[in-house]
């Protein structure tokens, strides 16, 4: 997962033709740490998708522009557009964060 360290990257990300999916994180977080045990075997099964990597505490006006309260969160961005948002509490195990994406296929 590339990592978005300001804001000019997060905007030229976001603004593609392609879906991406943005997780956002911070590096005191466990429930981070959790889903990073986790989320390489669900990018690879995903891999339509750009992943990449924003942590919150870098970047907090990003976060609070795109309503991320609690993390990991992962939001899912096309045409500079937020599609989807798995907010942190529906995102603590494999099977929620593949739930919140076959979704997103319909």
């Known amino acids: ?51 990449y990597t924003l942590n919150k505490d870098e970047l907090p006006e990003i976060a609070e522009s795109q309503d991320v309260m609690g993390i990991p969160s992962l939001l899912i961005f096309q045409n500079g557009e937020k599609k989807a948002h798995l907010h942190s509490a529906n995102a603590k195990s494999p099977e929620q964060v593949k739930s919140f994406l076959q979704e997103q296929k319909r």
């Open 1 to 51: 997962m590339q990592g978005i360290k300001n804001t000019d990257t997060f905007q030229q990300v976001i603004a593609g033709d392609e879906p991406v999916i943005v997780k956002f994180t911070a590096d005191w977080c466990p429930d981070c740490r959790r889903m990073d045990m986790f989320i390489d075997e669900i990018v690879e099964e995903y891999n339509q998708y750009t992943w």
